[in-house]
Nanobody, 123 residues
Framework: QVQLVESGGGLVQPGGSLRLSCAASGSIFSIYVMGWYRQAPGKQRELVAYITNGGRTNYTDSVKGRFTISRHNAKNTMYLQMNSLKLEDTAVYYC?????????????????WGQGTQVTVSS
């Protein structure tokens, strides 16, 4: 019913930049909060940043000043601009959306995840 598709991951040198995108599609009524999570090998998945439909943002301390989250509500798309990348930013990055879908004449809340995109920072 709903798909979240991430793109933009890849290999970059320390200090470099990448821009991740997440496109949501399906029977979406409204998306409330969208967020980026990441999971490094051997570690738990952690919240990187989130943005509300009103544009309020929040970042984990380790990315403040380097990453910028944004979204285009009409396109159901979210972005993560990552600058000054560090070795410790290496992880699989996941898109998450807290939304309502249209279902049989009503709306149903749900929490959805993308499949993840690999970001590798290496010299």
């Amino acid at each position: 019913q709903v798909q979240l598709v991430e793109s933009g991951g890849g290999l970059v040198q320390p200090g470099g930049s990448l821009r991740l995108s997440c496109a949501a599609s399906g029977s979406i009524f409204s998306i409330y909060v969208m967020g980026w999570y990441r999971q490094a090998p051997g570690k738990q998945r952690e919240l990187v940043a989130y943005i509300t439909n009103g544009g309020r943002t929040n970042y984990t301390d380790s990315v403040k000043g380097r990453f910028t989250i944004s979204r285009h509500n009409a396109k159901n798309t979210m972005y993560l601009q990552m600058n000054s990348l560090k070795l410790e930013d290496t992880a699989v990055y996941y898109c998450n959306a807290d939304l309502h879908i249209r279902f049989r004449g009503t709306t149903v809340p749900g929490d959805y995840w993308g499949q993840g995109t690999q970001v590798t920072v290496s010299s």
